[in-house]
């Protein structure tokens, strides 16, 4: 069991490292002419964060997410390399 559980670690990580890399390369391809449809995103989340005081604490929560084309072809990338392995 601890095979199969490890495992399914190992694929979130390559997914995030995925997700990561192809959205450096699509913020590079950007300024590429040809290459700009690999930076077309979308933006989602909280837009104002929350912010919780405590008068001795403050704490704030925030989360966006911007997934782009170049990202979810890194992920798919990530996935294709992990069943190979």
Same mark, same amino acid.
């Given at each position: *069991?601890a095979?199969?559980?490890?495992? #399914?670690? =190992? !694929?979130?990580?390559? =997914?995030?490292?995925?997700? %990561?890399?192809? +959205? $450096?390369? +699509?913020? !590079?391809?950007?300024? #590429?002419?040809? !290459?700009?449809?690999? @930076?077309? @995103?979308?933006?989602?989340? &909280?837009?104002?964060?929350? %912010? &919780?005081? $405590? @008068?001795v %604490? ?5 989360? *966006?997410?911007? #997934?782009? %084309?170049?990202? #979810? $072809?890194? *992920? $798919? !990338?990530? =996935?294709?390399v992990?069943?190979? =392995?």
């Amino acid at each position: *069991m601890a095979t199969k559980d490890k495992n #399914i670690w =190992i !694929l979130l990580v390559f =997914i995030l490292s995925g997700l %990561v890399i192809g +959205g $450096l390369l +699509g913020e !590079l391809a950007s300024r #590429i002419d040809w !290459l700009w449809w690999l @930076s077309y @995103s979308q933006t989602f989340g &909280l837009q104002d964060p929350i %912010v &919780l005081d $405590l @008068s001795v %604490v403050k704490i704030t929560f925030a989360l *966006m997410f911007k #997934i782009s %084309v170049s990202s #979810i $072809l890194g *992920m $798919l !990338l990530a =996935i294709f390399v992990y069943k190979k =392995i």
